[in-house]
């Protein structure tokens, strides 16, 4: 069994501790709600696009280090950006994640860094605490999708 | 590999046994299967080493359960050629299966005068469901005839189908060994706007399943005939149908969340599987999957097509007018499942002398009393052979026979 | 019999694995049991021995394996002292034998407007069907309060009950530990004209159960939580209530008779029991019992009454108030699950630390999600312990409690 | 496991092979029909009763040599006796084969013989089969309801 330390890194714990964008956006803010049914933890998401790009996030509801550091360092990721370089990230988190789309082949930009995301990247040694990784994430496209 | 059937047998503890001093001759299949060691021991393996709860604690030992669970699932996918993992869902057995197809998809799909068409040699649980939706919907069913060789009279199939929502059948009848033409059924059905829902039970454990080259859109097995446990089958169904339908069963698991005024469901598969699952049965399921993979599915209905080649002539050969066996007589269309009626023995007398010598048949109406109906018997007495069954199994049935003749003859 | 759980954990096969060189500290019971060599081995030996279909044929392995099967039928109505054999429904779980209650009894007998009592600490199998009888039938639902120390609250139950037909609850919690007081509840729900049912699925394993001094109506529980296998769960019902109830799933075994047009049941149990059942898993039930029985079901409950005695001294006086637990603290009304909240580490954290030390508890919503809302958390830590859990396990569990506090101070 | 000869006495195959009482009664008479479901037998029982009597009884159905030959033994077992002394007779009947009626403790009357049902005897021995040997008896108890 891997050590804790893998798992909890300390950029990890200092999100958790300290998180990013936490809040929530008024109407006509787009927003999406997501849980965890294993563990209970529930994520709300809310965006402002404009012009194809997520001007603005907020992060709302509870949750573990993981699923909370994750959707911190998450939002820090993808404020500004694009829909399509979001959309882009998303798949690339997920692919560390170890988690594929079923029937997408087309091949993963890696160009961009992960930065501070890849400290997560330990968590795929602990597979239960996959799904608190990528909740917030999961979340953020059904917010795409409301937006 | 070679088909080897006296190494097949020895897998299985079972059929070692001897009563009496002579040799199980097991010939009873179609109603369940026996297991071999593989799945015995894999069994007793994960609950003497890994056994713990399923898709609710995040511990090791909950992890690996669960990946073990999971990967129950993948290859239960891979055996029946599904597109898709969430697509499997594990129920208790084929009948649960089909009660929630005919529940949570009918319950939704079909209002008043709406018409299933099922067939003529369908088993109970491919009836009793749609019987109760007609008590509870008002829907109307219709009936495939059979022919006089007991198969599917297909002449008037395009007028049956119309206007009809579903077509449920099964892809070998349990009584007779027919097996039925799936693809073209699917075909039929899916023409005339209706969905097609094939009951694997008697075809799964003994031949390929490709439900896509099919083109089905439920399948529903179960594990305990097919060398696996009881206590667990399979609902396979095209993703957007689950993805459309109301659940079945409510509780734990199945859902997203609950408040004191509603619930949202799960994703798929959890969507239909309330409750703790059948974990060690799962692994067990896919233990024998793993086991007839290895051995080849088509190794297995070769293996059958050459049994019931040789039963059907040493039977005949022998007994003459005296047997009247049941269903089609040509090998590439029947399994090796044999109902037969023998002078005017009841079939309950003769299972009564054939276990004097061991030999395990089944008489009855096999749960297909519609079926027996048309065949004019109460019952009948039915072999079914498997993979570990070998030539000397038929000859034990075919001599034990000869007995059963005297004792009751009017 | 004295009480020896050094010896009885050595029944149990999983509890003797070491992970990195550290023996495993199973506190998860309440979620499922571990199964003891007893149990495992009765399975085997049945599925090497005498596995055969039951009901169905005449030969005498299938007699052998029916009688094995109606044995173990036998042991579950005295386990629970259930007035007579054929009241004893196997499901799948006891998840299957709520939804059957709800769906069966519930769709037969409740109307638009009536109301249905809960209680705010059900799991939600015992919830989860009712809301699907309140979307399709318009019954109203109430929930029975708690009070601070996580019992039930009772000073209104006359007036929730008031023109009820039926009250659910549970006869302990999965997460509180509360056990409730089911004779007295039962008598309010007849004084009402209400029937009783009773979850038993974390009462039942843990002590001597008894429907008829209880006055309950119906019963559930599964096998999985009390030392048998996964795959099988038990309604008991008075056998008045469960002749007048329609079937819940349709198929082969609970028919009398099927016809084109129609279908009639078959007696008590069959009526309920529709497919091939889940037969090694019966079995192992049986296997399960006996084991339990042996041991003594209020040997067990004094063994867990003086496991949560020194389980709540420790914690408290380690801790103090850096941890909650949750539900009552009169071991008298409590069984041995703990819930409890510890400093600010969230639930899954908690448990992903203890993990390191081989100790199971689980972390999450236990499938009490309104349960959850009231103790205001998402998600709680629960340790629950069961006969094979010796004071050593508790004071791993209060020892390895201490790192975690550190790591996540926020 | 005990031999055939126990199962398949003499009587019973006579009994089996020339049933006694085959037929139907018109209505006023009393019918019950009775389903083996193990099995696919079907039965039906025909009575005639006055005062307290069965006066005729015919059988119907098919069935196995065991439930056959209980059938025709039963038949001229109880015709021209009282309702009484036939539930008396059933319940007798059903002690040989095992069978006890749950909350009933009363002495049963041993003091008639059984006759030619003593025939029966052998079936106790074959578990499965006592099923078929009672289904008549069952069905005529059912007819004496109706009746
Ligand atoms: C054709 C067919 N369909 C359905 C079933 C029902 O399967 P199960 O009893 O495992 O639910 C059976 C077997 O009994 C069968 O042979
Ligand atoms: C109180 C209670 N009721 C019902 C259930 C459901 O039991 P199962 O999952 O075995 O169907 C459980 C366990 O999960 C429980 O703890």
Chains 1, 4 share one sequence.
């Not at chain 2, 799945?39 to 007793?44: G, L, N």
């Not at chain 2, 829907?139 to 297909?154: A, H, M, N």
Request: net charge negative; hydrophobic share 40%.
């Amino acid at each position: 069994m891997p050590g804790l330390e893998d798992l909890y890194r300390e950029i990890i714990l200092d999100h958790y501790r300290t998180p990013r964008n936490r809040g929530e956006l008024a109407p006509p803010a787009a927003k999406a709600e997501g849980h965890n049914p294993l563990c209970g933890d529930e994520i709300q998401v809310y965006i402002d696009v404009a012009d194809g790009v997520v001007r603005d996030i907020k992060i709302g509801g509870q949750g573990c280090s993981i699923s909370q550091s994750s959707a911190s360092m998450m939002s820090a990721a993808v404020k500004g950006k694009s829909i399509d370089d979001i959309r882009n990230l998303v798949r690339r988190f997920k692919h560390m994640m170890s988690i594929e789309e079923e029937g997408n082949d087309s091949p993963i930009d890696e160009s961009q860094s992960l930065g501070d995301l890849e400290a997560l990247q330990g968590v795929v040694k602990f597979p239960v605490r996959i799904k608190c990784a990528v909740l917030s994430w999961n979340t953020l496209l059904d917010a795409l999708n409301n937006a | 590999m070679s088909f080897d059937v006296a190494l097949i047998k020895k897998d299985f503890p079972l059929l070692q046994r001897v009563i009496n001093n002579k040799p199980l001759v097991y010939l009873d299949s179609a109603n369940t299967s026996q297991k071999p060691r593989q799945v015995i021991d894999a069994m007793s393996h994960f609950m003497e080493t890994s056994y713990a709860p399923i898709n609710r604690s995040a511990y090791q030992l909950a992890a690996e359960s669960t990946d073990a669970f999971e990967h129950a699932r993948g290859l239960c996918r891979t055996f029946i050629n599904a597109p898709r993992t969430n697509e499997i869902i594990f129920t208790k057995n084929a009948t649960e299966a089909l009660n929630l197809v005919a529940h949570s998809w009918g319950g939704a799909n079909l209002h008043r005068g709406d018409v299933v068409v099922l067939t003529q040699m369908e088993h109970h649980a491919n009836i009793v469901p749609w019987h109760m939706l007609a008590a509870s919907h008002g829907i109307e069913l219709r009936w495939v005839p059979l022919t006089d060789d007991g198969q599917l009279d297909l002449t008037n199939l395009d007028s049956l189908l119309k206007g009809a929502k579903a077509f449920s059948f099964t892809a070998m009848s349990n009584v007779l060994g027919t097996i039925t033409p799936v693809q073209q059924l699917c075909a039929a059905a899916h023409a005339a706007g209706a969905i097609a829902i094939v009951d694997g039970c008697q075809y799964v454990p003994h031949n390929v399943t490709d439900v896509v080259a099919w083109g089905a859109d439920f399948l529903t097995f179960s594990s305990h005939k097919m060398c696996g446990p009881s206590g667990i089958g399979v609902l396979w169904g095209r993703e957007e149908l689950l993805n459309a339908m109301p659940p079945f069963l409510g509780g734990g698991n199945m859902i997203a969340d609950v408040r004191l005024d509603g619930f949202t469901c799960a994703e798929l598969p959890a969507k239909f599987e309330a409750g703790t699952p059948p974990i060690t049965e799962v692994i067990g399921l896919g233990a024998a999957i793993s086991y007839l993979t290895a051995i080849g599915m088509s190794n297995i209905r070769q293996h059958e097509k050459e049994t019931v080649t040789y039963a059907l002539s040493a039977l005949n050969e022998r007994y003459g007018n005296d047997i009247t066996i049941h269903g089609p007589s040509d090998p590439e269309v029947r399994g090796a499942t044999l109902s037969f009626k023998f002078k005017d023995v009841h079939p309950h007398d003769l299972s009564q002398v054939l276990d004097q010598s061991n030999i395990c048949v089944r008489a009855g109406h096999h749960c297909a009393k519609p079926l027996m109906r048309l065949l004019g018997a109460n019952a009948t007495a039915r072999a079914s052979f498997y993979l570990y069954n070998s030539l000397d199994d038929v000859d034990a049935l075919v001599n034990a026979l000869e007995g059963a003749g005297d004792l009751f003859s009017l």
